[in-house]
């Protein structure tokens, strides 16, 4: 089954304490991105990447990093989780190159900072 | 930058009855993508429908089309026959066809769709 996969779903943690949410998919698509979801906000991207070992900025990159050693990994760090980071995270993946190609969302992960 | 605004934060409607949620877009190329995402209680982000700009005809998946005005920038979306599986958050999302191999999706806020029997 073609699907992108979050670990965890749920976390709770306090602030400054490193995590990492990771990001796995299975169609072996070359473009990844990481949004976050906040009440009245919509949906925006963080960061992205379009293949292996490259990535870039989104529209709130500050907090956050990512790496992409692999093309089917794309993980989310937050070096020093602050309370303001409290969010609804979503990895999605796509194929690259022109056309309506849908992006495949995960289930998304809920990131609660004290 | 494009822009996405969805001007309705909630919507009513009864089962069975027709609803259209709106979406315009603030864009100055020519050559573009427009998506509906559903997204229910369980937080999954569910592709509803998807219009190429460059096609003049409206998009249709069963209960669910849209009202594609390119110059009036205008992407809504109407639900005929409505169920109570559709109620969640929707929202309209842009993506430019400008350049090769990037699939970045701008967002609106959303509409949060609310079914009564």
């Known amino acids: 089954e073609a699907q992108v996969t979050q670990n965890p779903r749920y976390l709770i943690t306090v602030t400054g304490k490193k995590l990492t949410v990771t990001c796995s998919q299975n169609m072996n698509h070359e473009y990844m991105s990481w949004y976050r979801q906040d009440p009245g906000l919509g949906l925006r991207q963080i960061y992205y990447s379009m293949n292996v070992e490259v990535t870039d900025k989104g529209d709130v990159p500050e907090g956050y990093k990512v790496s992409r050693k692999e093309k089917r990994n794309f993980p989310l760090i937050l070096e020093s989780p602050s309370p303001n980071q409290t969010s609804l995270y979503f990895c999605a993946s796509s194929r690259p190159g022109q056309g309506s190609y849908e992006q495949y969302f995960g289930p998304g992960t809920r990131l609660t900072v004290t | 930058a494009q822009t996405v605004t969805q001007s309705q934060p909630e919507m009513s409607v009864q089962e069975a009855e027709t609803v259209t949620l709106s979406c315009t877009y603030d864009?100055?190329?020519?050559?573009?993508?427009l998506f509906w995402y559903k997204q229910p209680p369980s937080r999954q982000m569910i592709l509803v429908i998807r219009q190429e700009a460059y096609k003049q005809q409206n998009a249709t998946e069963n209960r669910f089309s849209v009202n594609f005005q390119k110059a009036a920038k205008s992407f809504s979306l109407k639900i005929s026959d409505s169920q109570l599986g559709d109620a969640a958050m929707y929202f309209c999302a842009y993506r430019s066809a400008m350049n090769s191999g990037y699939s970045t999706l701008t967002f609106g806020k959303g509409t949060m769709l609310l079914v009564s029997p």
């Open positions: 864009t100055s190329e020519s050559d573009y993508y």
